[in-house]
């Protein structure tokens, strides 16, 4: 059975349904970034493994410096040195200091380390004059105050972020448990269609780029796929379906164009010669509405219009999350942030719009949104320069400049804010 026109949440929701991560593997830390945690994660070691100084300068005890001032330094005798990668050989004993670098292990005896910059330095060899007591007490990192042996550091589910190869790698965890990269086919349609070695007849006005061919496989690869691009399938139902045999194997299946309504669009049609099925078509939204969705090969198959914005818009909206969720992501939707409408907007149809818009911060931190000019679901530019979608329902045929509205984040880096120094 196949459901029509739901709204774009609905619709969503009607694909991610059921929708498992993939097994996982092994892989080295090196190629672990982006990747989600399959298993969580057991530290072996606890860390700091030992008590150690956070500032570089003298362990003491801190009974031994209370009421210390610039007018009335204390003295103690310093016993040793510790530098980092060391360990001191003497418990430091009342009246005793050990000159101690960051991280070194502080010696027993000693509760404290006073900076270096509350002394006179050990100006004095043997001895150091302390000049402030505001340390005593302080600047000890005990041992296991960030991680314990036996317990889980990083849970399963965690995207792995710059912090968490970290994390790992201090834990000796050189080979994380992660899920499979999801292995996205990317089919495109249409007879005018031609890649990049064609470019000739593009130039002599006979043909235009596949674009989707490329922006799509980019969007795959960014959202944490591999995509596996498969070319440009012809307006022909035999020649399509022949294309879209290679998808089988992959875990997702991607095309664009074909799958409205004209005289040539084969792509539903031919989903269902090769076994599959097609669940859902057509969404409440523009751009984007002929858009396809159901199952192929026994994985999720997506038919994304082929017009290149409506292409990467429904990328975005449907395909992404789908993406993520199999990649093993747990929040697999982009954040939607509250703007300011910057200018008065019209609405051509009462759909659910996502308007490409450059969003600027103000000072009083709020985001202002401004379209990035004409919207026409061909202009690929539009959607080169936004920082993301501006989202507004079409049950109003207008919007006011000053109203509040959603809208998706496309990354978290915003274009349209960029400032230089100076
Ligand atoms: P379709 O969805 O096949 O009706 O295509 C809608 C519009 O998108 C047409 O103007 C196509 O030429 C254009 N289009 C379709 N596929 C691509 C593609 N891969 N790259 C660039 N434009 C495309
Ligand atoms: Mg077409």
């Not at 404290?112 to 990192?141: C, F, I, K, L, Q």
């Not at 036996?150 to 899920?179: K, R």
């Not at 498969?230 to 991607?254: E, F, K, N, S, Y």
């Not at 026994?298 to 969720?325: I, K, Q």
């Amino acid at each position: 059975m196949t459901v029509t026109r739901l709204g774009v949440a609905d619709a969503s929701r009607h694909m991610l349904a059921g929708v498992e991560p993939l097994p996982g593997e092994e892989v080295t830390l090196e190629r672990a970034l982006g990747r989600v945690l399959a298993r969580d994660v057991v530290s072996t070691i606890t860390l700091p493994p030992w008590n150690n100084a956070s500032m570089d300068g003298f362990a003491l005890r801190g009974a031994d410096v209370a009421g210390a001032s610039a007018e009335r330094p204390v003295r103690l005798r310093v016993v040793e040195t510790i530098a980092a990668g060391r360990r001191g050989t003497r418990d430091v004993g009342p009246g005793e200091a050990t000159r101690i670098m960051t991280g070194a292990p502080v010696p027993p005896g000693a509760d404290s380390v006073v900076r270096v910059e509350d002394t006179d330095g050990g100006a004095d060899p043997g001895t150091v004059m302390v000049r402030d007591d505001r340390d005593a007490g302080r600047n000890v990192r005990a041992r296991g105050e960030d991680i314990r042996a036996d317990s889980v550091v990083l849970t399963a589910g965690t995207a792995i972020a710059a912090a968490h190869v970290g994390v790992l790698s201090s834990v000796g965890c050189a080979a994380p448990f992660v899920h499979r990269r999801p292995r996205v086919a990317v089919l495109a349609t249409g007879d005018e269609l031609v890649p990049l070695e064609r470019f000739a007849e593009v130039q002599a006005g006979e043909r235009i780029v596949s674009s989707n061919s490329y922006s799509l496989a980019a969007a795959v690869e960014a959202a944490g796929g591999e995509p596996v691009p498969l070319g440009i399938a012809p307006d022909d139902p035999g020649a399509l379906a022949h294309c879209l045999r290679r998808a089988d194997g992959c875990d997702m299946v991607l095309t664009s164009g074909g799958v409205s309504v004209g005289d040539f669009d084969y792509t539903r049609a031919v989903v269902g010669t090769l076994g599959g099925e097609l669940s859902l078509w057509r969404v409440r939204m523009r751009p984007g509405a002929p858009l396809g969705f159901g199952r192929l090969f026994s994985v999720p198959w997506l038919g994304l219009p082929g017009n290149p914005v409506s292409a990467l818009v429904t990328f975005e909206l449907f395909a992404r999350p789908l993406l993520r969720v199999l990649a093993g992501h747990r929040c697999p939707h982009r954040p939607t942030v509250q703007v300011v409408l910057g200018q008065n907007v019209e609405l051509a149809a009462p759909l659910t719009h996502y308007l490409r818009a450059v969003f600027a911060v103000e000072e009083d931190g709020r985001l202002v949104a401004t379209l990035t000019g004409a919207q026409s679901s061909g202009m690929l530019t539009s959607m080169a320069l936004a920082d993301g979608l501006l989202v507004l329902p079409g049950d109003r045929a207008s919007y006011a400049a000053g109203t509040l509205a959603s809208a998706v984040m496309l990354d978290g880096d915003l274009k349209g804010s960029v400032r230089f120094p100076g």
